[in-house]
């Protein structure tokens, strides 16, 4: 017999209304009532029927996920980690990717599936700060400057280089260098603007940034500008890898002659040679306060601006002078 939301109320104590804005991920429900009542759904067995929901609320319990790319392992990350959030919330999710007809398209085209609205991601966001969003379509953006549009999610990017920075001049090095991100990355510049502020905020040199597009092959390139430095933050692991096979190359041995830090904290970045010191990104977090965000949005709140903070993970790739 299939178990109703009347029987979960019933089990957890409260009205069916309650358990409804549960169901729908409604931010307005206190958390230990949220708990109780999640509790109830587990013992049941009870499960939200999306066609249901549909034909109740008018919404398709289907949120969109706009990217430009998929390449970078910060994108697919964040692909996994908000596919999951939404699965959790019962929620389905669609993706489109922004191609040459411009994030219009891509935004026509989630509204021709229907979707109650969509979370922006990362290099995307940069073309939906230029055009008015459809009135129709709720959005959570992924790494913004603060727009009262919609709801901004973000990882604490200045913070986390500056945590980097501080560690290497902590380190005893003079100053630190930096293999930068691409221009116009709203992560590259809060990045860079994190290491500018620890060498400013310690009196210390600022080297003129290099700048890499996050892959590896970009960072090995942007290595060969920086020969003279003893410690170097790069903006991605994946540019780090780049760069630590530069220096293995220059003959340049890491952490001896130079130390290095990267950003993301990436699944292998412990397995690189030597183990690298990173900035963790909590990408779980960021999927989870999107989403919630996004569903807040379509139920009628209003438009919010959350920070998830970076955490500096030290490894082999960083010591002392």
């Excluded at 089990?11 to 991920?25: D, M, W």
């Excluded at 249901?52 to 964040?78: H, Y």
Aim: net charge neutral.
């Amino acid at each position: 017999m299939r178990v109703s939301m009347a029987d979960v109320a019933e089990k957890a104590g409260v009205s069916a209304q309650t358990v409804s804005r549960v169901a729908n991920g409604s931010p307005r429900v206190d958390p230990a009532t949220r708990v109780r009542v999640e509790k109830a759904m587990a013992d049941l067995g009870y499960r939200m029927h999306r066609a249901a929901r549909a034909l109740r609320t008018g919404q398709t319990s289907t949120i969109g996920l706009v990217v430009s790319t998929l390449a970078s392992v910060g994108n697919s990350r964040m692909l996994q980690a908000i596919s999951e959030a939404a699965a959790e919330r019962e929620y389905a999710l669609a993706v489109v990717t922004v191609g040459e007809r411009g994030i219009r398209d891509a935004f026509a085209r989630l509204r021709s599936q229907g979707v109650d609205g969509a979370v922006v991601l990362n290099e995307a966001t940069e073309l939906a700060r230029d055009v008015e969003p459809p009135a129709d379509l709720h959005l959570v953006v992924v790494d913004s400057p603060p727009d009262a549009r919609f709801s901004i999610v973000q990882t604490d990017h200045a913070g986390g280089a500056r945590a980097a920075t501080a560690h290497l001049l902590g380190l005893g090095h003079r100053t630190v260098h930096h293999l930068a991100g691409p221009a116009g990355s709203f992560a590259a510049a809060e990045r860079e603007r994190g290491w500018r502020g620890a060498l400013l905020e310690a009196a210390a040199t600022v080297p003129a940034p290099v700048r890499g597009d996050w892959t590896s092959a970009s960072g090995h390139s942007a290595a060969a500008a920086l020969a003279g430095a003893t410690a170097i933050f790069v903006a991605n692991d994946q540019m780090a890898l780049g760069a630590l096979r530069a220096l293995a190359d220059a003959g340049r041995r890491v952490p001896d002659d130079v130390a290095v830090v990267g950003f993301d904290d990436i699944a292998d970045a412990a397995q690189f040679r030597p183990p690298l010191t990173t900035v963790r990104q909590d990408f779980d977090a960021l999927g989870r306060r999107a989403v919630a965000a996004l569903i807040a949005a379509i139920e009628g709140g209003q438009p919010i601006a959350e920070s998830v903070p970076a955490a500096l993970v030290v490894r082999e790739s960083s010591t002392a002078v």
